[in-house]
Protein backbone atom coordinates (compact mmCIF):
# COMPACT_ATOMS: atom_id res chain seq x y z
CA UNK A 1 0.00 0.00 0.00
CA UNK A 2 1.12 3.67 -0.79
CA UNK A 3 2.65 5.32 2.55
CA UNK A 4 1.42 8.79 0.44
CA UNK A 5 -1.71 8.03 -0.57
CA UNK A 6 -4.54 5.34 -0.20
CA UNK A 7 -8.25 5.04 -0.84
CA UNK A 8 -10.70 4.30 2.03
CA UNK A 9 -14.40 3.14 1.18
CA UNK A 10 -16.68 3.28 3.89
CA UNK A 11 -19.75 1.31 3.78
CA UNK A 12 -22.89 1.75 6.15
CA UNK A 13 -26.93 0.76 5.51
CA UNK A 14 -27.15 4.26 7.56
CA UNK A 15 -25.50 7.35 6.96
CA UNK A 16 -21.66 5.95 7.67
CA UNK A 17 -21.48 9.35 10.54
CA UNK A 18 -19.81 7.01 12.71
CA UNK A 19 -16.96 5.11 10.64
CA UNK A 20 -16.35 9.02 9.00
CA UNK A 21 -16.19 10.67 12.17
CA UNK A 22 -13.51 7.15 13.59
CA UNK A 23 -11.44 7.21 10.26
CA UNK A 24 -11.21 10.85 10.62
CA UNK A 25 -9.56 10.73 13.87
CA UNK A 26 -7.09 7.75 12.58
CA UNK A 27 -5.98 10.02 9.60
CA UNK A 28 -4.98 12.80 11.54
CA UNK A 29 -2.27 10.67 12.77
CA UNK A 30 -0.96 10.33 9.44
CA UNK A 31 0.58 13.28 8.57
CA UNK A 32 1.80 13.80 4.85
CA UNK A 33 -0.54 11.04 3.93
CA UNK A 34 -3.47 11.56 1.38
CA UNK A 35 -6.51 9.68 2.60
CA UNK A 36 -8.78 9.58 0.29
CA UNK A 37 -12.22 8.98 1.63
CA UNK A 38 -15.29 7.58 -0.09
CA UNK A 39 -19.09 7.23 1.23
CA UNK A 40 -21.47 4.50 0.22
CA UNK A 41 -24.34 5.27 2.42
CA UNK A 42 -27.79 3.01 2.56
CA UNK A 43 -26.03 -0.26 1.25
CA UNK A 44 -28.65 -2.93 2.05
CA UNK A 45 -28.38 -5.57 -1.00
CA UNK A 46 -25.37 -8.06 -1.23
CA UNK A 47 -25.66 -6.64 -5.22
CA UNK A 48 -24.77 -3.44 -3.99
CA UNK A 49 -21.36 -4.75 -1.84
CA UNK A 50 -20.85 -6.54 -5.28
CA UNK A 51 -20.67 -3.22 -7.15
CA UNK A 52 -18.58 -1.25 -4.88
CA UNK A 53 -15.89 -4.20 -3.79
CA UNK A 54 -15.26 -4.42 -7.40
CA UNK A 55 -14.71 -0.61 -7.09
CA UNK A 56 -12.37 -0.95 -4.51
CA UNK A 57 -10.08 -3.70 -5.80
CA UNK A 58 -9.89 -1.12 -9.27
CA UNK A 59 -8.49 1.77 -6.06
CA UNK A 60 -6.62 -0.80 -4.06
CA UNK A 61 -9.02 0.75 -1.45
CA UNK A 62 -9.27 -0.13 2.52
CA UNK A 63 -13.27 -1.31 3.00
CA UNK A 64 -14.30 0.10 6.69
CA UNK A 65 -18.03 -0.91 6.98
CA UNK A 66 -20.43 -0.53 9.68
CA UNK A 67 -23.46 -3.57 9.22
CA UNK A 68 -26.16 -4.36 11.35
CA UNK A 69 -27.06 -7.47 9.72
CA UNK A 70 -24.73 -10.17 10.08
CA UNK A 71 -24.91 -11.75 6.44
CA UNK A 72 -23.99 -8.68 5.43
CA UNK A 73 -21.34 -8.38 7.22
CA UNK A 74 -20.31 -11.86 5.99
CA UNK A 75 -20.80 -11.15 2.35
CA UNK A 76 -18.79 -8.36 2.68
CA UNK A 77 -15.78 -10.44 4.00
CA UNK A 78 -16.28 -12.38 1.75
CA UNK A 79 -15.74 -10.34 -0.70
CA UNK A 80 -13.19 -8.96 0.70
CA UNK A 81 -11.27 -12.06 0.64
CA UNK A 82 -12.06 -12.36 -2.81
CA UNK A 83 -10.85 -9.48 -4.20
CA UNK A 84 -7.84 -9.43 -1.49
CA UNK A 85 -9.07 -6.09 -0.09
CA UNK A 86 -7.90 -4.50 3.57
CA UNK A 87 -11.50 -4.51 5.59
CA UNK A 88 -12.23 -3.02 8.86
CA UNK A 89 -15.33 -4.37 10.44
CA UNK A 90 -16.17 -1.67 13.22
CA UNK A 91 -19.66 -2.74 14.26
CA UNK A 92 -19.43 -6.50 14.29
CA UNK A 93 -16.23 -7.36 16.68
CA UNK A 94 -19.02 -4.74 19.04
CA UNK A 95 -21.86 -6.91 18.52
CA UNK A 96 -20.80 -10.21 18.95
CA UNK A 97 -19.11 -8.96 22.22
CA UNK A 98 -22.09 -7.53 23.84
CA UNK A 99 -24.59 -10.48 22.62
CA UNK A 100 -21.98 -12.66 24.40
CA UNK A 101 -22.11 -10.90 27.23
CA UNK A 102 -25.86 -10.41 27.30
CA UNK A 103 -26.94 -13.76 26.11
CA UNK A 104 -28.71 -12.01 23.74
CA UNK A 105 -29.22 -11.66 19.86
CA UNK A 106 -28.65 -8.37 18.29
CA UNK A 107 -31.84 -6.44 16.31
CA UNK A 108 -29.63 -6.16 13.20
CA UNK A 109 -31.88 -2.65 12.74
CA UNK A 110 -30.24 -0.61 9.94
CA UNK A 111 -29.75 2.33 10.43
CA UNK A 112 -32.26 2.92 13.38
CA UNK A 113 -34.50 6.14 12.04
CA UNK A 114 -34.99 7.72 15.51
CA UNK A 115 -31.50 7.63 15.92
CA UNK A 116 -30.53 9.32 13.44
CA UNK A 117 -33.42 11.77 12.74
CA UNK A 118 -31.98 13.19 16.65
CA UNK A 119 -28.58 13.06 15.76
CA UNK A 120 -29.40 15.09 12.58
CA UNK A 121 -31.70 17.54 14.20
CA UNK A 122 -29.39 17.94 16.90
CA UNK A 123 -26.65 18.89 14.35
CA UNK A 124 -28.47 21.34 12.39
CA UNK A 125 -29.61 22.99 15.91
CA UNK A 126 -25.88 23.28 16.97
CA UNK A 127 -24.89 24.69 13.58
CA UNK A 128 -27.42 27.28 13.45
CA UNK A 129 -26.76 28.31 17.35
CA UNK A 130 -22.77 28.64 16.38
CA UNK A 131 -23.34 30.65 13.40
CA UNK A 132 -25.58 32.95 15.00
CA UNK A 133 -23.19 33.52 18.23
CA UNK A 134 -19.69 33.91 16.00
CA UNK A 135 -17.47 36.24 17.39
CA UNK A 136 -19.53 37.64 19.43
CA UNK A 137 -19.38 38.70 23.13
CA UNK A 138 -22.76 37.47 23.81
CA UNK A 139 -24.46 37.01 27.10
CA UNK A 140 -27.01 34.78 25.40
CA UNK A 141 -24.53 32.61 23.22
CA UNK A 142 -22.47 32.11 26.30
CA UNK A 143 -25.50 31.22 28.89
CA UNK A 144 -27.01 28.32 26.24
CA UNK A 145 -23.79 27.15 24.53
CA UNK A 146 -22.30 23.61 25.40
CA UNK A 147 -18.49 25.14 24.63
CA UNK A 148 -17.30 28.64 24.85
CA UNK A 149 -14.02 29.30 22.91
CA UNK A 150 -11.68 32.13 23.69
CA UNK A 151 -8.58 33.73 22.28
CA UNK A 152 -7.61 36.67 20.03
CA UNK A 153 -7.78 36.92 16.33
CA UNK A 154 -6.90 34.45 14.00
CA UNK A 155 -6.30 31.50 16.65
CA UNK A 156 -9.13 29.47 14.25
CA UNK A 157 -12.13 29.64 16.47
CA UNK A 158 -14.34 30.20 13.91
CA UNK A 159 -13.73 27.48 11.76
CA UNK A 160 -13.40 25.11 15.28
CA UNK A 161 -16.93 26.30 15.97
CA UNK A 162 -17.91 24.93 12.88
CA UNK A 163 -16.53 21.85 13.25
CA UNK A 164 -17.38 20.65 17.06
CA UNK A 165 -21.33 22.37 16.13
CA UNK A 166 -21.16 19.47 13.18
CA UNK A 167 -20.15 17.02 15.70
CA UNK A 168 -24.01 18.62 17.27
CA UNK A 169 -22.17 20.43 20.02
CA UNK A 170 -23.36 24.08 20.49
CA UNK A 171 -20.80 26.30 20.19
CA UNK A 172 -20.08 29.97 20.99
CA UNK A 173 -16.98 32.19 20.57
CA UNK A 174 -15.81 35.03 22.20
CA UNK A 175 -12.87 37.59 20.82
CA UNK A 176 -10.85 38.46 23.37
CA UNK A 177 -9.50 42.28 22.64
CA UNK A 178 -7.52 44.52 25.15
CA UNK A 179 -9.95 47.40 25.06
CA UNK A 180 -13.17 45.11 25.30
CA UNK A 181 -14.11 43.70 28.70
CA UNK A 182 -15.80 40.05 28.48
CA UNK A 183 -18.68 39.06 30.00
CA UNK A 184 -18.53 38.36 33.48
CA UNK A 185 -19.81 34.95 32.94
CA UNK A 186 -17.02 34.29 31.75
CA UNK A 187 -14.60 34.87 33.89
CA UNK A 188 -16.75 32.77 36.55
CA UNK A 189 -16.84 29.98 34.32
CA UNK A 190 -19.06 28.27 36.54
CA UNK A 191 -19.91 25.39 33.92
CA UNK A 192 -16.37 24.59 33.14
CA UNK A 193 -17.17 24.97 29.21
CA UNK A 194 -14.70 27.86 28.81
CA UNK A 195 -11.50 26.59 26.59
CA UNK A 196 -8.87 29.37 25.78
CA UNK A 197 -6.72 28.79 22.29
CA UNK A 198 -3.30 30.62 22.02
CA UNK A 199 -1.07 30.69 19.26
CA UNK A 200 2.47 31.06 18.11
CA UNK A 201 3.01 34.92 17.46
CA UNK A 202 5.03 34.44 14.57
CA UNK A 203 3.02 32.11 12.87
CA UNK A 204 0.17 34.49 13.99
CA UNK A 205 1.82 37.33 12.14
CA UNK A 206 2.03 35.89 9.21
CA UNK A 207 -1.79 34.68 9.21
CA UNK A 208 -2.44 38.43 9.87
CA UNK A 209 -0.57 39.73 6.68
CA UNK A 210 -2.59 36.98 4.46
CA UNK A 211 -5.49 38.45 5.65
CA UNK A 212 -4.80 42.03 5.45
CA UNK A 213 -3.42 41.43 2.15
CA UNK A 214 -6.57 39.28 1.08
CA UNK A 215 -8.57 42.65 2.54
CA UNK A 216 -6.77 45.11 -0.33
CA UNK A 217 -4.64 46.51 3.08
CA UNK A 218 -1.13 46.96 3.60
CA UNK A 219 0.52 44.49 6.42
CA UNK A 220 1.76 47.54 8.13
CA UNK A 221 -1.35 47.43 10.01
CA UNK A 222 -1.53 47.98 13.89
CA UNK A 223 -3.54 44.36 13.41
CA UNK A 224 -0.30 42.82 11.62
CA UNK A 225 2.07 44.65 13.86
CA UNK A 226 4.66 42.50 16.23
CA UNK A 227 3.92 45.02 19.03
CA UNK A 228 0.18 44.54 18.88
CA UNK A 229 0.60 40.94 18.57
CA UNK A 230 1.89 40.62 21.66
CA UNK A 231 -0.05 42.81 23.70
CA UNK A 232 -3.17 41.02 22.49
CA UNK A 233 -1.22 37.41 23.55
CA UNK A 234 -0.16 38.85 27.14
CA UNK A 235 -3.63 40.15 27.41
CA UNK A 236 -5.49 37.03 26.45
CA UNK A 237 -2.65 34.58 28.65
CA UNK A 238 -3.61 36.42 31.48
CA UNK A 239 -7.20 36.78 31.04
CA UNK A 240 -7.03 33.02 30.45
CA UNK A 241 -4.96 32.54 33.88
CA UNK A 242 -7.36 34.27 35.73
CA UNK A 243 -10.36 32.32 34.28
CA UNK A 244 -8.30 28.78 34.95
CA UNK A 245 -9.93 27.49 31.85
CA UNK A 246 -7.72 24.45 29.59
CA UNK A 247 -5.41 26.31 27.47
CA UNK A 248 -5.04 24.98 24.02
CA UNK A 249 -2.18 25.71 21.24
CA UNK A 250 -3.39 25.95 18.00
CA UNK A 251 -0.14 26.11 16.87
CA UNK A 252 0.44 23.56 13.86
CA UNK A 253 -2.65 21.90 14.37
CA UNK A 254 -5.46 20.41 12.99
CA UNK A 255 -9.11 21.54 13.34
CA UNK A 256 -9.88 17.89 13.86
CA UNK A 257 -6.78 17.57 16.23
CA UNK A 258 -7.47 20.92 18.39
CA UNK A 259 -11.27 19.86 18.41
CA UNK A 260 -10.30 16.43 20.18
CA UNK A 261 -8.31 18.25 22.59
CA UNK A 262 -11.76 20.31 23.52
CA UNK A 263 -13.84 17.43 23.43
CA UNK A 264 -11.51 15.73 25.99
CA UNK A 265 -11.88 18.88 28.33
CA UNK A 266 -15.77 19.37 28.18
CA UNK A 267 -17.01 15.73 27.93
Same mark, same amino acid.
Given at each position: ?27 ? &? ?18 ? $? %??? *??? *? ?18 ? /? ?7 ? /? ?20 ? #???? !? ?18 ? +????? +??? &????? %????? +?? !? ?30 ? &? &? ?10 ? #? $????? /? ?12 ? !? ?8 ? !? ?16 ? #? ?23
Amino acid at each position: MNNKKTSVYIISDSLGDTAKAIINSAAV &QFKDTEIDKTTFPHVRTPKQ $L %EKI *AEK *AADNSAVIVFTLAKDKMRSN /LIELADKYK /LDYIDLLGPILDKLSSKLNKKP #GEIP !GIKYNIDQDYFKRIEAMEFT +LKFDD +LND &QQGID %EADIV +LV !GISRTSKTPLSIYLSYLGYKTANVPLVPEVTV &Q &QSILENKDRKVI #G $LTIDP /LLLNDIRIERLKKM !GLGNDASYAA !GERINEEIAYADSLMEKI #GCPIIDVTDKTIEETASEVLAYVT
